[in-house]
């Protein structure tokens, strides 16, 4: 399944699970049960952006974006991040109100019986998801699988705590468990924007990345051949990576040409997705600092 039909698939989902907890919360009148249907609600806006800015992302270059649309998608991941934070502060005003003035809870059977069944819904998808994410390096695909997985670990967490309520009668702690949900909530969602705004800055290649380009350049290392000025980036799902390459002065254009093209396919072999740019220089040419330095 392509990346949008797993998003498709979240949409589907999420008002499934939004009907479930809504009708958990009319039963029993829980503010933890209702804080759980909104973020059921963050999870369908957000997986309803994500899938637009992926179908975004994946349209070819035009005139006005000749390096295509790749990070559209980090626009997904953090929407969605403040999302959460908004349906956060919106979960504590509630909880406080109710913790202010307490109230019995109803049908607690049926309340949780729902909550769980949207939360096994939420689990198998959030795990499909993620899985997909990471064979694809879609972050706005894991943004919203780990926004699922926050999901089921804040209804595991309101199913725990009102069963307790229902065995002590402490009702108190339904508006107690509802701001425990916010502050988890909220530490996700700052995790959300902090990838999101590091892809936006051109964050580095993972190290083991790294690593394997180095690697396939010690392959053409010799004495008469180096390489420097190694620059690595990601936007979306596409790697860069920029560097330059220093051979004989006496090598003719077409040698030296066909040596950049063997290196230049060993890389993007070794790293999927990678696009890598390398410029020719002599062997004794340095790159002067704030001239070719500037454009990589």
């Given at each position: ?177 509802a701001i425990a949900v916010a502050l988890n909530i909220v530490r996700e969602g700052f ?106």
């Amino acid at each position: 399944m392509q990346i949008s039909g797993y998003l498709k698939l979240s949409v589907a989902v999420a008002l499934a699970t939004i009907t479930l907890k809504t009708a958990a919360w009319w039963l029993t009148g829980s503010v933890g049960l209702l804080s759980d249907a909104m973020e059921s609600l963050v999870n369908l806006a957000g997986a309803s952006f994500a899938l637009m800015m992926v179908t975004w992302a994946a349209a070819p270059p035009d005139a006005g974006h000749p390096y295509g649309h790749h990070k559209a998608e980090y626009f997904a991941s953090g929407l969605e991040g403040g999302m959460i934070l908004v349906a956060a502060l919106a979960i504590v005003w509630v909880a406080v109100q109710r913790l202010l003035t307490p109230q019995p809870l109803e049908q607690l059977t049926w309340g949780l019986g729902l909550s769980v069944a949207a939360s096994v819904l939420n689990g198998m998808l959030a795990w499909a998801m993620l899985r997909k994410a990471r064979e694809a390096r879609s972050i706005a695909l894991e943004g919203d699988a780990r926004h699922l997985f926050t999901d089921v670990w804040t209804s595991a967490g309101v199913v725990v705590g009102l069963a307790a309520a229902g065995l002590t009668g402490w009702h108190w702690l339904d508006p107690v468990i509802a701001i425990a949900v916010a502050l988890n909530i909220v530490r996700e969602g700052f995790s959300l924007i902090r990838r999101s705004a590091d892809g936006l800055m051109d964050h580095a290649l993972e190290p083991e990345v790294q690593l394997q380009i180095e690697q396939v350049l010690d392959g053409f290392r010799h004495p008469t051949i180096r390489f420097d000025h190694i620059a690595t980036r990601r936007a979306g799902q596409r790697r860069y990576v920029d560097l330059h390459m220093h051979m004989p002065a006496g090598w003719t254009l077409g040698r030296a040409a066909a040596l950049r093209m063997s290196v230049e396919q060993a890389l993007m072999s070794a790293v999927p997705g990678l696009r890598a740019t390398i410029q020719l220089l002599p062997s004794d040419v340095e790159a002067r600092s704030g001239d070719v330095d500037d454009l990589i």
